[in-house]
């Protein structure tokens, strides 16, 4: 089993910046690739960002590539979303989810379906 906490949202004016984190813990945290997803009110969840185990890897949506940036500190069990000019369209409950490095199969990060452990979300808004 495997927790994930996220923090770090907040209100912020169109532009500016925010950093969030998402803390793991109950498994070795390298055994986990990490994604950030986002889900606006009645919309579905959408892929934001991804890392490899290793921070070997990133992958970001189209939407949000020169703006935002993932990484991991694998030594304090902690990967995090920087995100810069933001706009209102990036108002969304945020969350982090974990997969398993070690798969049978492709590797598809913005696929939801592969996470296996999710936190509980951090709220970002964004206002014009």
């Known amino acids: 089993q495997v927790q994930l906490v996220e923090s770090g949202g907040g209100l912020v004016q169109a532009g500016g910046s925010l950093r969030l984190s998402c803390a793991a813990s109950g498994r070795t945290f390298t055994a986990f690739d990490m994604g950030w997803f986002r889900q606006a009110p009645l919309k579905e969840r959408e892929f934001v960002a991804a890392i490899r185990w290793n921070g070997g890897n990133t992958y970001y949506a189209d939407s949000v590539k020169g703006r935002f940036t993932i990484s991991r500190d694998n030594a304090k069990n902690t990967v995090y979303l920087q995100m810069n000019s933001l706009k209102p369209e990036d108002t969304a409950v945020y969350y982090c989810?974990?997969?398993?490095?070690?798969?049978?199969?492709?590797?598809?990060?913005?696929?939801?379906?592969?996470?296996?452990?999710w936190g509980q979300g951090t709220q970002v808004t964004v206002s014009s």
């Open positions: 989810g974990a997969d398993w490095a070690i798969r049978s199969g492709p590797y598809y990060p913005g696929d939801a379906r592969i996470y296996d452990y």
